[in-house]
């Protein structure tokens, strides 16, 4: 067991990097919420879900090697368990770049606005 938890830790540490960037994401968001409170619920929130996703996808890189070498499943079963997973790991991602995009568009202002 210890072998598979180091694996995770390990599949976390790659993602270090983003995960930093999700840090200053995150206090950008918070000191901005006064000024512009739906872009900054939108970036957090799509934040929340990235790290989720991380999470996930580091449990699904040794979900496979789980179900074929510890639980002696057959190989058809695995490849639609992963499949299944993977597809949900899809729509998380989505999510949280649409919210991403919905952060970036929201509180704009028309160009006619600006002007008046």
């Known amino acids: 067991m210890f072998s598979d938890i180091h694996r995770i830790l390990i599949n976390l540490a790659i993602q270090l990097p983003v995960l930093i ?4 994401g995150i206090i950008i968001a918070i000191v901005t919420w006064k000024r512009n409170p739906k872009p900054s619920l939108f970036t957090l929130l799509s934040i929340l879900i ?5 999470i996930l996808a580091s449990l699904s890189n040794e979900l496979y090697y789980f179900l074929q070498v510890n639980l002696d499943l057959e190989y058809s079963l695995v490849d639609t ?6 597809v949900v790991l899809s729509v ?3 999510s949280a770049w649409g919210l991403l995009l ?3 568009f929201s509180g704009r202002k028309a160009e006619t606005e600006q002007k008046s």
């Open 81 to 86: 368990i992963m499949i299944i997973t993977q």
């Open 50 to 54: 990235y790290f989720v996703f991380i």
């Open 102 to 104: 919905a952060a970036i």
């Open 21 to 24: 960037a999700m840090l200053v």
């Open 92 to 94: 998380i991602i989505g």
